[in-house]
């Protein structure tokens, strides 16, 4: 397919992934929806990327797992600092004698 300017619609669409993802790593953290207006996609979209593009799918869930590491380290941090809610949040997750407090 070809839109007016001869342009191979494959090639767009594959941009506009490209520019969806460098939104998601600039904007790490913020939710699917703000992304979605800075990248200039619909929800309805990005979500059917994420099911039927497996690349796309492992672009995001690489950016989640990245965050998700930068989450754990300052964890581990505010524990070291002894901060005491950084300690019993740690604790009420993963020490049986702190959970359900």
């Known amino acids: 397919m070809h839109d ?18 460098a939104a998601y790593k600039r904007n ?3 939710n699917v929806s703000a992304i979605c207006k800075i990248a200039r996609v619909s929800r309805d979209t990005y979500y ?4 039927t593009d ?7 869930e690489y950016e989640d797992q990245k ?12 524990i070291h ?8 949040f740690f604790l009420s997750r993963r ?4 959970m359900n407090r």
């Open 4 to 21: 007016s300017d001869g342009k191979d619609n494959c090639g767009v669409i594959e941009s506009k992934k490209e520019i969806f993802l």
């Open 28 to 30: 790490a953290g913020r």
């Open 48 to 51: 059917r990327w994420l099911r």
């Open 54 to 60: 497996k690349k796309f799918r492992e672009g995001i």
């Open 67 to 78: 965050m998700l590491d930068i989450t754990e380290d300052a964890l581990k941090i505010k």
């Open 81 to 88: 600092q002894l901060d005491g809610p950084s300690i019993r």
């Open 95 to 98: 020490h049986p004698d702190y």
